[in-house]
Each structure stands twice: as structure tokens, then as C-alpha cells.
């Protein structure tokens, strides 16, 4: 009966006596703290379900319920009075003293010889009878907020998948899209060269008939002419009509007739070469034919005369001061810019052993020794003591050890914010870094210098 009482008077969320209870409409009772932060932790902000009917109750729908309060501290002396079963006598096992404390720091039970020792001196400790509910209800909220944690975790990795899902599908149409327009291109190019095969060897055919046409015509009028010469039995007769024969015969033209020539340079020569260049015209992007910006090229820089190569510059000149131009690294832009869309372009790097190569944003800071970061504005790929490295290369992730790139292959897809490098010798993927563009991307370079007597660094051109 004291068992089935004791439950009655123990609150359904702590699991322990009522202490300021409450009650719900629906006729449930809880400590008032109980339900507060049980409430608390609610998503709805204003109404809210009793844990054990679930009926919905609002925040001013808590009575105090002072019977009951009553109730559990009558029993609670009547409890106390009755003699209490034995407790196990615990020692602690350092000072051989009875244990009567809880270190809550420690969560450790310890006497107080421990807790006048260094170990506990400035640690929190109550009485064991007190330390109960305390101990329980922070467990309790400790693995509750864990155990949230672990499902919001759970339910934010489940998005992920979705969003990594849908993020493939998107990539496979786009992929299937472009391939297709490739195999469009080809088969269309395909019939097209069929199709002028088969008129030129048409015409070629036609002009054959008709060659055969004459040759029969022609042979005709010679089975005729013998025909007629060995009738004749009159010697006189033949004489006289021999040279009519004859020239009806026409025995002066050649019956080999001139055929026509098929075209085989067309359609027998380098076919895919012919059109993998007609092809350039339909890819998008293609390599870019990117000239450098004499503005903004340090003053240790000096550019080719059409602007596409750059080596460092022997003598420093004066040149009339420009906000555009670096004065904290050897560096230079690209003229082009870019708002929109993707864009490629290429860069040769085969005469230079140190590089940096990528893209800027347009507002980066051109006077200052900066990291070149994604945060301060750079996304670039560089190479360093021989092996190649992401913007970070302090991360080995980033690394390709002992690489020999002689042409590095640049996309910036301004959408998609994205930032990928290539090998661009055979497309080999390196490295992308992905941010959000805001504003105006430039291309960028930055050639270690070691000589100043050749160029080092150039913007490869397509030349087809």
C-alpha cells in the first residue's frame, strides 16, 4: 500500500515526490518545474500537450494544487518517522570514513575527509539525501539534450542526403544535356557528309549512264557497219560505199570515255580532326583568349607586347600611380571580368617552377600582405617546393606530390560558385573550391620570379 501511495504522490516526469505541484485541465498532476521546462523544450509557442494524456493545456492553464501538496508532506513526515530500512554503510576506501557526500562536479560519492582534501576543496558537494533528485533530474536533462542533439543531427543528415541526391540528378541531366548536344552535333555532321557522299556519288553514276548510253549507241552503229560490209558479195559495191561505212562508224573517238572523279580529299581525309575543330563552335566554355592588365601588373612585372606572357622586369621604372595595381605581391589580373556564366581558360606554366594561378575578386586588397584565401577574396591553386597545393597547403588533402603540370586549366562557374582546376594537358581534375560570388571575378597569376631574361608565365591561346 506504501509502495502504491508512493507512486500516486511521485510526479509521472522526475519520478519522485511532488514538490510545488501542479495541475493540468485535463486533471494531471507534475511539479511545477517539471512542466515548465518539459514545456520549454516544446516547439509550440503556445499551446502545449500533458506528456501522459496528451491533451493540449496553455501556460495559464497551471493550478497550484495545494491538497495534494498537503498530501505529500504528510506522508512524506509519516515516511520519515516510520524506521527507515538499513542502508549499506559505505567507507571510502581512501580515509576508511562513512561516505555522506556527492562531489557533482566529479559525480563521485566521497567523505569529508575528501572533500577538506585538494581534490574537492572548490567542488560542489551536498548531503547524498539531497544530491538524489539534483543528480537525477541533471542526468536526466544532460541525456535529454544529448539525445536531441543526436536527432537534430540525425534530421539535418537526412536533408543532406536529399540535397546531395537532388544536387546528382541535376549534375547527370546536365551532364546527359551537354553529351547530348555533342552526339547531335556528330550525327548531324555524319549525315551531312553522307549525304554529299551519295550526291557527288550520284552525279559521278549519272554521268557513268550516260558514258554507257553512248558506248551502246556508238557500238550499235559498228555491229551495223560490219554487219553491212559482209553482205556485200559485189567488189565493185563495197569499194564505193566503204568510205560512207566507215564514217557513219565515227572510228576517230576514243570509246573510253573521261569518267568522273570522286572528291576523296573530303571525304577520305582526317574526318574527326575536320571536326572536332568545326566542333569548338558549339562548346561552351571554350578556352578563353585571355590578354593580361598592364594596369594592374606590379611594378617588378613587365608583359609581352600582346599581353599574354610576363617575366620579371630587370630595371623598376616609374609609372604614374594606380589603385589598380599590386604593390604587395608580383601579381597581375586579366583584363576580362566576369559576372555570369562559366568560363575556361588555360595557362602555361611549364618554363617557371614556382607559380599561383586562379581567380580574384575584383575588391581584393591590391597594397596589403594578405593571405590568398577564400575569405580575403582569392581562390587559387599554387605550386610549391614541386608539388601542387589548394589555397590552404598546409593540408595534405590539398597536396599532389611531385607533379609535373605544364599547363593548368582554370573554370569558374559564377552560379554554381565554383572555382576548378585542371591538368589541362588531359583534363585531369585537381582541385575545386567552392564559395558565393558577389561581385566581379578577374582571373589572376602570380609567377615566383627567378629570371628576368625570359617569359616565364603565358595565357595559352587556342590557334586552330
Excluded at 576506501?93 to 574537492?120: N, P, T
Excluded at 543531427?153 to 547530348?180: C, P, V
Excluded at 595595381?325 to 583584363?335: E, M, P, T
Amino acid at each position: 500500500m506504501a509502495d502504491s501511495l508512493n507512486a500516486d504522490l511521485s510526479c509521472p516526469i522526475c519520478i519522485d515526490f511532488f514538490i510545488e505541484p501542479v495541475s493540468l485541465e485535463c486533471g494531471h498532476n507534475f511539479c511545477r518545474d517539471c512542466i515548465l521546462n518539459a514545456w520549454a523544450q516544446s516547439d509550440h509557442a503556445s499551446r502545449n500537450s500533458c506528456p501522459q494524456c496528451r491533451r493540449e493545456s496553455g501556460w495559464l492553464d497551471i493550478r497550484s494544487n495545494r491538497l495534494l501538496a498537503s498530501i505529500v508532506e504528510g506522508f512524506q513526515r509519516l515516511w520519515h518517522s516510520e524506521p527507515a530500512a538499513p542502508e549499506l554503510s559505505l567507507k571510502c576506501h581512501l580515509h576508511q570514513q562513512d561516505i555522506g557526500l556527492f562531489c557533482s562536479d566529479d559525480l563521485q560519492l566521497i567523505c569529508r575527509a575528501c572533500w577538506r582534501s585538494e581534490e574537492h576543496r572548490n567542488h560542489g558537494c551536498t548531503a547524498i539525501k539531497n544530491a538524489y533528485k539534483v543528480c537525477k533530474a541533471n542526468s536526466i536533462q544532460l541525456l535529454q539534450d544529448k539525445l536531441k542533439q543526436y536527432r537534430d543531427t540525425h534530421t539535418a543528415t537526412g536533408l543532406k542526403i536529399s540535397e546531395t541526391l537532388e544536387h546528382t540528378n541535376r549534375l547527370q541531366d546536365q551532364i546527359t544535356a551537354e553529351f547530348a548536344e555533342l552526339q547531335h552535333f556528330l550525327q548531324q555532321r555524319e549525315q551531312d557528309l553522307i549525304q554529299r557522299l551519295r550526291a557527288t556519288a550520284e552525279s559521278a553514276i549519272n554521268q557513268l549512264v550516260e558514258n554507257m548510253a553512248l558506248i551502246s549507241k556508238r557500238s550499235a552503229l559498228v555491229e551495223q557497219a560490219l554487219e553491212d560490209i559482209q553482205s556485200m558479195q559485189e567488189k565493185t559495191q563495197l569499194l564505193m560505199e566503204i568510205k560512207g561505212i566507215l564514217q557513219r562508224c565515227d572510228l576517230e573517238t576514243n570509246p573510253a570515255l573521261k569518267t568522273p572523279k570522286l572528291n576523296l580529299g573530303e571525304f577520305n581525309g582526317p574526318l574527326q580532326y575536320t571536326v572536332w575543330k568545326q566542333m569548338l563552335n558549339i562548346i561552351s566554355p571554350a578556352p578563353a583568349p585571355l590578354t593580361l592588365d598592364s594596369e594592374s601588373a606590379s611594378l617588378d612585372l613587365v608583359l609581352s607586347k600582346d599581353h599574354t606572357m610576363v617575366k620579371g622586369r630587370s630595371k623598376l621604372k616609374a609609372f604614374p600611380h594606380n589603385p589598380k595595381r599590386f604593390s604587395n605581391y608580383g601579381c597581375v589580373l586579366a583584363q576580362e571580368g566576369f559576372t555570369s556564366g562559366k568560363h575556361y581558360w588555360e595557362v602555361s606554366v611549364e618554363s617557371i617552377d614556382e607559380w599561383i594561378v586562379g581567380a580574384a575578386k575584383e575588391s581584393i586588397d591590391r597594397h596589403s600582405t594578405i593571405e590568398l584565401t577564400p575569405s580575403n577574396g582569392f581562390w587559387i591553386l599554387r605550386k610549391w617546393n614541386g608539388n601542387i597545393y589548394g589555397p590552404h597547403h598546409a593540408k595534405e588533402s590539398e597536396c599532389h606530390q611531385n607533379m609535373n603540370l605544364q599547363k593548368v586549366g582554370i573554370c569558374v562557374d559564377y552560379e554554381g560558385g565554383q572555382v576548378s582546376f585542371y591538368n589541362a594537358d588531359d583534363m585531369t581534375h585537381l582541385y575545386t573550391s567552392t564559395d558565393r560570388f558577389t561581385e566581379k571575378i578577374y582571373p589572376f597569376f602570380l609567377p615566383f620570379l627567378e629570371s628576368v631574361t625570359k617569359e616565364v608565365l603565358k595565357v595559352f591561346h587556342l590557334k586552330l
